[in-house]
């Protein structure tokens, strides 16, 4: 168990919705890093904040966002879904803004 | 632009035998490689990693090889069991200045059989 937690494990929708995914990140970790995991392209960096702020952005998409709330807890929205979305999404922590990274066991998304 | 290039993408071996998992980088200013070990329905977890400063690195059964001239290094898993079938992810990041985020290759799909 990393102590990185997602939620939810797996979600099924359909295209043109938009759905949330939750992270909490281990205890005293300040930086949280999304991933996106797909069969072609491996896992691909989103989006990394660290205590709150954004801090570097990838190949993120404009119709996904992110944030870090105070609680260091994170979000990651994807709004007018496409089939092409349907993934498993990481989230990971770590202490510092480099070094070891600790995944979360993904939430898979469908879009159907 | 794939920043991290891995290879091969499937691998499979006798029980025993010695996977080696290859990747090249593109960016000399990356000072931190590690490797990222996956079970199915798990999250990647952090294997072995390893910094230019040296060419080797080994811990257990899993050995870094590291060359900074070609800008490649390569994971050894000696005497392998089935227990080590799973993914395998090399990675790449500037740790020590830029401080970026970890670039992932692609991954390399191990089955070690008995």
């Known amino acids: 168990d990393s102590g990185v937690t997602q939620t939810p494990k797996h979600l099924i929708t359909a295209t043109g919705q938009r759905v949330t995914l939750r992270c909490s990140p281990r205890s005293g970790d300040l930086s949280v890093y999304w991933y996106q995991q797909s069969l072609d392209q491996g896992l691909q960096f989103l989006i990394q904040y660290y205590n709150g702020e954004e801090r570097a952005k990838g190949n993120i998409l404009e119709r996904f966002s992110a944030q870090q709330f105070p609680d260091l807890h994170s979000e990651l929205n994807l709004s007018s879904l496409e089939l092409g979305d349907s993934a498993l999404y990481f989230c990971a922590s770590s202490v510092v803004l480099t070094g070891e990274l600790f995944f979360g066991e993904g939430s898979r998304l469908t879009v159907l | 632009q794939q920043q991290v290039k891995q290879s091969p993408q499937s691998l499979i071996v006798q029980k025993g035998g010695i996977p080696i998992i290859n990747c090249a980088y593109e960016?000399?200013?990356?000072?931190?490689f590690p490797w990222y070990q996956q079970f199915p329905g798990k999250g990647p977890a952090l294997l072995i990693a390893?910094?230019?400063?040296?060419s080797e690195k080994k811990e257990g059964r899993f050995t870094i090889s590291f060359n900074k001239s070609a800008k490649q290094f390569s994971l050894h898993i000696m005497d392998s069991q089935p227990g080590d079938s799973a993914t395998y992810f090399c990675a790449a990041s500037i740790g020590n200045s830029g401080n970026t985020p970890l670039v992932f290759g692609k991954g390399t799909r191990l089955s070690v059989i008995a």
């Open positions: 390893i910094r230019p400063d040296v």
């Open positions: 960016n000399t200013a990356f000072d931190y």
